[in-house]
């Protein structure tokens, strides 16, 4: 699909759920909206500048129907989607730079600053229903989930946070203890059970979501991005997409932890943002080269799905090959899975154990295959990994330079896992 041009850099994206449509926050205070259809073509649908000043976040209802922004002249403003008018605004509404914000339900938007400082609001409201004020640095992201009634952020003071938005009480219903590394991108995986986090170090950690204790630190942690893990998105229930400052988009399983492939990428410029369409088909990613690009994934999950299943059917049938002293090779898998199988002769025990590494190596191949219409994926070669640098807790920047890509950094990511 071709590449939206927008003319000025893209700080947040949000998908329709209801319809095929993208909407867009810009350097220059600009929301737009673009349909798109089933081949990619886009058109634009609206545009207009509700702020003179960066519109840094937008999150649309449920139902489609408003599309709120948060601007650094600390507003928030909701918009008819379908007329591209401005319904109401609320200024001053932070009293710092707003970065965040998140329609929760049809009755509770959640907005981030710059200080920590998290606020919810009734949109039939003028003013804020309730603050919250245990970070102490920017919210870098926000994730809702319906189920739990919950919202977790994530803060540049390396810890992440959850809030009860049934609760009376203005103190959070977990928090984290400092990882020690700024936490900057959430997603919920294994059917809200496990949360991921993209950091600063570039390490993904993963956390239970269980109880309050559980949000104390990460059960896991997956390391292998070379810089900073600034955006994630679920594909599916295990598998997540990451844009990263070094402008790759990586595809990577998680429980098994495994890197899938790279499925696109913007040159040398960090991606900010990503998200996926309703359908499942687009993968949207914004980054400093002022593009709205749209992947096709569907095809990469289907071919990845089809390998895994492959997989699975020549471990089962090694196994029964192991038990029943029988060879599992080529089209004789499927025999051996139906109780049918040929004697292994004594003299091809070493081509049998040469076959197993074949299998072997093969599991560590590519599984994310790209369709025509999509970038060719590629495969990082196996290097040692680098040292990685000494942590210097500061500032997550918002505009980050343009930053060099080696063609070492994915061999150290494949390597690191």
């Known amino acids: 699909m071709p590449d939206i041009p927008l003319k000025h850099q893209c700080f947040d994206l949000t998908f329709s759920p209801t319809a095929d449509q993208v909407y867009v926050g810009l350097l220059n205070g600009a929301v737009k909206g673009f349909s798109y259809d089933s081949e990619?073509?886009?058109?634009?649908?609206?545009?207009?500048?509700?702020?003179?000043?960066?519109?840094?976040?937008?999150?649309i209802t449920r139902d489609g129907d408003r599309l709120y922004v948060v601007s650094k002249d600390k507003g928030l403003r909701s918009i008819d989607p379908a007329r591209g008018t401005v319904i109401e605004e609320r200024l001053g509404a932070h009293d710092s730079a707003i970065n965040r914000v998140l329609a929760c339900t049809s009755s509770i938007v959640a907005t981030g600053d710059d200080e920590g400082v998290i606020k919810l609001w009734d949109p039939?409201?003028?003013?804020?229903?309730?603050?919250?004020?245990?970070?102490?640095?920017?919210?870098?992201?926000?994730?809702?989930?319906?189920?739990?009634?919950q919202i977790v952020a994530s803060s540049g003071d390396c810890t992440l946070s959850v809030i009860d938005i049934r609760s009376s009480r203005t103190e959070p219903f977990a928090q984290s203890d400092d990882q020690d590394d700024e936490f900057l991108s959430l997603c919920s995986i294994k059917d809200n059970t496990?949360?991921?986090?993209?950091?600063?170090?570039g390490m993904l950690s993963i956390f239970n979501r269980s109880s309050a204790s559980a949000y104390l630190g990460p059960v896991d942690r997956m390391p292998g991005h070379p810089s900073s893990v600034?955006?994630?998105?679920?594909?599916?229930d295990d598998v997540v997409a990451t844009g990263s400052s070094d402008g790759l988009i990586r595809v990577v399983q998680i429980m098994p932890n495994k890197l899938l492939g790279v499925v696109?990428?913007?040159?040398?410029?960090p991606v900010e943002r990503l998200g996926l369409s309703r359908d499942g088909k687009w993968l949207a990613s914004a980054s400093h080269d002022e593009l709205l690009k749209l992947t096709d994934v569907a095809d990469a999950l289907?071919?990845?799905?089809?390998?895994d299943e492959d997989a699975e059917m020549e471990d089962a049938a090694s196994e029964?090959?192991?038990?029943?002293?029988?060879?599992?090779?080529?089209?004789?898998?499927?025999?051996?899975?139906?109780?049918r199988g040929t004697k292994?002769?004594?003299?091809?025990?070493?081509?049998?154990?040469?076959?197993?590494?074949?299998?072997?190596?093969?599991?560590?191949?590519?599984?994310v295959a790209p369709s025509k219409s999509q970038p060719q994926v590629r495969s990082p070669s196996p290097a040692p990994p680098p040292k990685p640098e000494k942590k210097q807790r500061q500032r997550h920047k918002k505009q980050r330079g343009n930053q060099s890509r080696g063609v070492d950094e994915d061999a150290a990511f494949f390597a690191d896992l």
Do not use: W
């Not at 990619?40 to 937008?58: D, E, I």
């Not at 004020?133 to 870098?140: A, E, G, L, V």
């Not at 696109?264 to 410029?269: E, M, T």
């Open 302 to 307: 289907e071919e990845s799905e089809g390998e």
């Open 320 to 339: 029964i090959a192991e038990e029943e002293d029988v060879v599992p090779n080529g089209a004789l898998a499927s025999a051996l899975l139906t109780g």
């Open 264 to 269: 696109a990428d913007h040159d040398d410029f």
């Open 344 to 367: 292994r002769p004594a003299e091809s025990t070493a081509s049998s154990e040469v076959g197993d590494d074949a299998r072997e190596d093969s599991d560590m191949d590519m599984v």
């Open 40 to 59: 990619g073509n886009a058109s634009q649908t609206f545009s207009l500048r509700p702020a003179k000043q960066s519109c840094r976040g937008v999150s």
């Open 230 to 236: 600034d955006a994630i998105v679920a594909l599916t």
């Open 124 to 149: 039939r409201k003028q003013k804020e229903i309730k603050s919250f004020n245990h970070h102490f640095d920017y919210i870098s992201d926000l994730l809702f989930t319906e189920e739990k009634n």
């Open 194 to 201: 496990k949360l991921i986090v993209g950091t600063q170090l």
